[in-house]
């Protein structure tokens, strides 16, 4: 397997994405290679020419998607113009976003037993376990430093605040619909309803946690 993402080929990432929705669909022990091959239009000997088993397929899924989000983590918290609320809010809405269009991403991130973790865990843990709090971290910091957030504030603690809340959102996602009575909205209505529903949220929570009265 590869591990820079931006020298896969096309025909890798093609394959990626059919394992991911199969994944997504079914999990990873009631998806065959067989499966993954005719949804990616390729052949098993070519799967296999790429990756030795699923576990690592999974790996690569998870990677790719994982680099993905922390290069739009890091293109929100390296913006100096932008305010500490505007970060915060970016970052916010990318975990929302990544969640809703790959929801095994943070299903593995947090219910790791769910698949396979010896091969998810590595990649979990280094990219989002590690890296995204580094991020969310550095916005904290700099505005500790500006005295316009408490001093107390633990940045991998917000870090887990934002993604559990996004995780349980994603997972919980149809319960939410029922329970607010937007049954009659399309998926792409709905999805902009719950995204600015958790976003509010969010915003409010950590408003309060974070920023002196």
């Given amino acids: 397997m590869r591990e820079d993402i931006r020298v896969w080929s096309k025909k890798q990432l093609k394959v ?18 067989k499966q993954i091959a005719e949804a990616a239009e390729t052949g098993i000997t070519q799967i296999f020419y790429y990756f030795i088993n699923k576990e690592q397929l999974l790996q690569a899924v998870l990677q ?14 390296l913006q100096p113009a932008l305010t500490l609320q505007q970060q915060l809010e970016l970052i916010t809405e990318e975990y929302i976003e990544q969640g809703l269009r790959n929801p095994l991403v943070l299903t593995q991130l947090f219910y790791t037993n769910n698949l396979a973790p010896d091969a998810a865990n590595a990649v979990t843990q280094d990219v989002l376990a590690e890296k995204s709090p580094v991020l969310v971290r550095e916005v904290i910091v700099r505005a500790q430093q ?68």
């Avoid at 603690?157 to 329970?179: D, S």
């Fill in 16 to 33: 990626l994405a059919a394992a991911e929705q199969l994944f997504i669909a079914h999990g990873l022990e009631r998806v065959s290679v």
């Fill in 64 to 77: 790719w998607r994982l680099t993905q989000i922390q290069e739009r983590l890091e293109t929100a918290v």
């Fill in 146 to 213: 500006e005295g316009k957030v408490k001093q107390g504030v633990n940045a991998m603690q917000v870090a887990a605040l934002i993604t559990g809340t996004v995780t349980c959102m994603v997972l919980n996602k149809e319960e939410f619909r029922i329970g607010c009575g937007l049954q009659h909205l399309d998926e792409p209505a709905f999805r902009q309803q719950l995204q600015q529903v958790v976003t509010t949220q969010l915003h409010n929570v950590l408003q309060s946690i974070m920023i002196y009265e």
